[in-house]
T-cell receptor, first 116, second 113 residues
């Protein structure tokens, strides 16, 4: 079965420090992986995706993610955190099988707080 | 830019009422989805559709139905609203191939009293 785990409900980091939000996945076949961000009372915004190719994927707002097949992980990273990065982050994996083609399985989310 | 719109940002309904949540996308996407979001539970898929008049149950379809009469519009229906359906409802759309990601609307916060 397709699934995603975000082991940390909350991540706290000081502004200017690097940040990492963790994600591990379980999938049949090749993984298509995504990160989304949600600001308060808003919908989800797409940040970046891994489909194939380079294991380091760059996305919006200076975020990047590293795909690691052996560890089945897709951690979100940013070299220098901003207070404005504080938000709820979701990792997701796409189901590419049969009639469920196209649905995403989401993790439970990680609340990132960046302290000034 | 892709645009997904939802008919209401905030909605208050009474128990037993029939509730319609509308979602419209302007990018000719094949796939459309309805999720509900609750604290600590993340996003849970209610229903999705990969073509006009086609629908598939997600993980929590009980108490809900959907309608997709036109490609751009996907409606979620609560036949008889109950207090445990108080939640944030998110609509999304996406292409079946190539881009793969889903694009989300702003959400509807539904309160059932």
């Amino acid at each position: 079965a397709q699934s995603v785990a975000q082991p940390e409900d909350q991540v706290n980091v000081a502004e200017g420090n690097p940040l990492t939000v963790k994600c591990t996945y379980s999938v049949s076949g090749n993984p298509y992986l995504f990160w989304y961000v949600q600001y308060p009372n808003r919908g989800l915004q797409f940040l970046l995706k891994y489909i194939t190719g380079d294991n380091l994927v760059k996305g919006s707002y200076g975020f990047e993610a590293e795909f690691n097949k052996s560890q089945t992980s897709f951690h979100l990273k940013k070299p220098s955190a901003l207070v404005s990065d504080s938000a709820l982050y979701f990792c997701a994996v796409r189901d590419n099988r049969g009639s469920t083609l196209g649905r995403l399985y989401f993790g439970r989310g990680t609340q990132l707080t960046v302290w000034p | 830019d892709v645009k997904v719109t939802q008919s209401s940002r905030y909605l208050v309904k009474r128990t037993g009422e029939k509730v319609f949540l509308e979602c419209v996308q302007d990018m000719d996407h094949e796939n459309m989805f309805w999720y509900r979001q609750d604290p600590g539970l993340g996003l849970r898929l209610i229903y999705f559709s990969y073509d006009v008049k086609m629908k598939e149950k997600g993980d929590i379809p009980e108490g809900y139905s959907v309608s997709r009469e036109k490609k751009e519009r996907f409606s979620l229906i609560l036949e008889s609203a109950s207090t445990n359906q108080t939640s944030m409802y998110l609509c999304a759309s996406g292409k079946a191939v190539k881009t793969y990601e889903q694009y989300f609307g702003p959400g509807t916060r539904l309160t059932v009293t």
